[in-house]
């Protein structure tokens, strides 16, 4: 793990979308992800971005999230700017929780799990609405994401083991 992510980092731009381990070139761009997982990339006629990404690409629309991943009259707790900021997890629906448990480890690995920051709602959102979406591009993101932090977290080992 520490192998692949520190072959992954790049101190000049981009993190580069494969790393040598152990002299073997592992490839995490999304085609190579999509196509290890065995997962399609849906595209409707004439688009070029899943409904996922599309969606990302929209101003974020907080009731339409809430309506769909909180019990009725809750919501997202505003930050100290007064914008939203995060969602207790006790306040999501069922099916949002059951949702948001594989995104903590097999989407976007965090460790802090008892609520929902705007990005993972979005995630959330996305899952629960059954958005199609391009899961290889998703995990390449967040590894690269990773390889790029100053963290000592070590996302995806069970995929990167599986890669190696």
């Known amino acids: ?14 993190s ?3 790393a040598r381990v152990k002299g073997h070139l592992v490839k995490i761009d999304a085609d190579s992800l999509n196509t290890f997982l065995e997962t399609l990339v849906v595209l409707k006629e004439g688009e070029t971005l ?34 939203p900021g995060r969602i207790l997890r006790k306040d999501l629906t069922t099916l949002a929780q059951v949702w948001s448990v594989p995104s903590y480890s097999n989407l ?20 629960v609405s059954r958005m199609d979406m391009n899961i290889g591009a998703l995990i390449s993101g967040q590894m690269t994401s990773i390889a790029q932090s100053n963290s000592s977290r070590l996302g995806f080992p069970a995929l990167i083991t599986a890669l190696c």
């Open 50 to 83: 899943p409904t996922y990404f599309r969606y990302c690409r929209l101003p974020t629309d907080y009731r339409e999230i809430e309506a769909a991943l909180c019990i009725p009259g809750r919501g997202f707790i505003l930050n100290a700017e007064g914008h």
């Open 16 to 18: 580069p979308k494969q």
């Open 108 to 127: 976007a690995p965090t460790s802090h799990t008892s609520d929902l920051t705007v990005d993972r709602a979005r995630l959330i959102f996305g899952l």
């Open 1 to 14: 793990m520490k192998e692949f992510y520190a072959n992954l980092y790049s101190s000049e731009g981009p």
